[in-house]
């Protein structure tokens, strides 16, 4: 009878450890998959700000470019070049209108 007994209460800690082993099992297998979705989105994301930085660096190199040109077209030579292309001529003298007298008066010297 002695067996019986001890083997009756072997069964019954076998039997009330299940259900936890089953719980722990459960838990770290809940955790490996969070774990491996975590990993799974900030992979995808580290990709997407390296394209992102990228495009940036691209995009910064294009507008130093694009300011150097503005640079270079707003010399006095360029403008006056330009002008001549257009038909523009440069004026010799100015003349000034006074609106006071409503006379018109040229200046003395030519402009620079």
Same mark, same amino acid.
């Given at each position: 009878?002695?067996?019986?007994v001890?083997?009756?209460?072997?069964?019954?800690?076998?039997?009330?450890?299940t259900p936890?082993?089953?719980?722990?099992?459960?838990?770290?297998?809940?955790?490996?998959?969070?774990?491996?979705?975590?990993?799974?989105?900030?992979? /995808? =994301? @580290?990709?997407?700000?390296? *394209?992102? &930085? %990228? /495009? =940036? @660096?691209?995009?910064?190199? *294009?507008? &130093? %470019?694009l =300011?150097?040109?503005?640079?270079?077209?707003?010399?006095?030579?360029?403008?006056?070049?330009?002008?001549?292309e257009l038909?523009?001529?440069?004026?010799?003298?100015?003349?000034?209108?006074?609106l006071?007298?409503?006379?018109?008066?040229?200046?003395?010297?030519?402009?620079?």
């Open positions: 009878m002695r067996e019986k001890g083997s009756g209460a072997r069964s019954v800690r076998t039997a009330s450890r936890f082993v089953m719980l722990v099992l459960g838990l770290l297998s809940g955790g490996l998959v969070s774990l491996l979705v975590v990993n799974t989105t900030l992979a /995808a =994301n @580290s990709i997407e700000i390296i *394209r992102l &930085q %990228q /495009a =940036n @660096s691209a995009r910064a190199q *294009r507008v &130093q %470019q =300011n150097q040109q503005v640079g270079v077209e707003q010399s006095a030579a360029v403008i006056a070049k330009k002008a001549a038909g523009m001529k440069p004026e010799g003298v100015p003349t000034f209108v006074d006071r007298t409503r006379s018109i008066s040229a200046a003395t010297e030519p402009a620079p």
